[in-house]
């Protein structure tokens, strides 16, 4: 079993829809947890980064994690054109960053 | 935006050449990275070093090899590009002891290996 999980999509969605991206993962001890996002042709950015459970609001993204399933979530509101993009979860522990797959999203205006 | 640079950005070459290619960050960040991702597909991490004269294999099988000479600078060495090889390249860097592990990743260098 993977350590991250991703349905890698693709998703499409049409503008103003709220967007659910979900992963799970596998071991309990990883404290941080984050999503990047990736337009085509560039490396990944920062979106968003969570601490243990709970949720983070940033703008019209939200970063949840619930421990108890071991699942991390990312909704974005009021989706735009200019969200289409692959969003990575990772996980943050002793070694190096462990990406998930990546859902690739599109937005239709 | 990110202080982390990759060339050269595309490459075509023949079968059988040695290539090199370069990553630099100007951020002082310790830990340096380096991810081979096929278009529409997953990250896979190859390479990384926690500092100078400190070098791992990642989690996908590589041919290639790095070097960590600087702690700004960490290139990636193909002794003969073969067609499997064909892929975009990503370098990354982050701060060492940092509370979480904010990776900056360069622009990639897309192979192309004919």
């Known amino acids: 079993q993977k350590e991250v999980e991703q349905d890698p999509g693709p998703l499409s969605v049409p503008e103003g829809a709220i967007v659910s991206l979900n992963c799970t993962y596998s071991?309990?001890?990883?404290?941080?947890f984050m999503w990047y996002r990736q337009y085509s042709r560039k490396g990944p950015e920062l979106l968003m980064y969570?601490?243990?459970?709970g949720n983070k609001e940033d703008g019209r993204f939200t970063a949840q994690v619930d421990k108890s399933s071991k699942y991390i979530s990312l909704f974005i509101r009021d989706s735009q054109p200019s969200d289409s993009a692959t969003y990575l979860c990772?996980?943050?522990?002793?070694?190096?960053?462990?990406f998930g797959k990546g859902t690739r999203l599109s937005v239709i205006a | 935006e990110a202080d982390i640079y990759q060339t050269p950005r595309y490459l075509v070459i023949g079968t059988g050449k040695k290539i090199t290619l370069e990553c630099s960050q100007t951020?002082?960040?310790?830990?340096m990275y380096w991810y081979q991702q096929d278009p529409g597909m997953e990250l896979h991490l190859i390479h990384y070093?926690?500092?100078?004269?400190?070098?791992e294999k990642g989690d996908l099988s590589s041919e290639s090899t790095v070097s960590r000479i600087r702690t700004e600078h960490f290139p990636l060495t193909l002794e003969s590009a073969r067609p499997s090889h064909t892929s975009q390249y990503l370098c990354?860097?982050?701060?060492?002891?940092?509370?979480?592990?904010?990776?900056?990743f360069g622009p990639g260098t897309r192979l192309t290996v004919l």
């Open positions: 951020m002082g960040h310790d830990k």
């Open positions: 969570t601490y243990s459970s």
């Open positions: 990772a996980r943050e522990g002793n070694t190096p960053l462990v």
């Open positions: 990354a860097s982050s701060k060492q002891g940092a509370d979480y592990n904010e990776q900056f």
């Open positions: 070093s926690y500092g100078v004269n400190s070098t």
């Open positions: 071991n309990s001890a990883f404290q941080y």
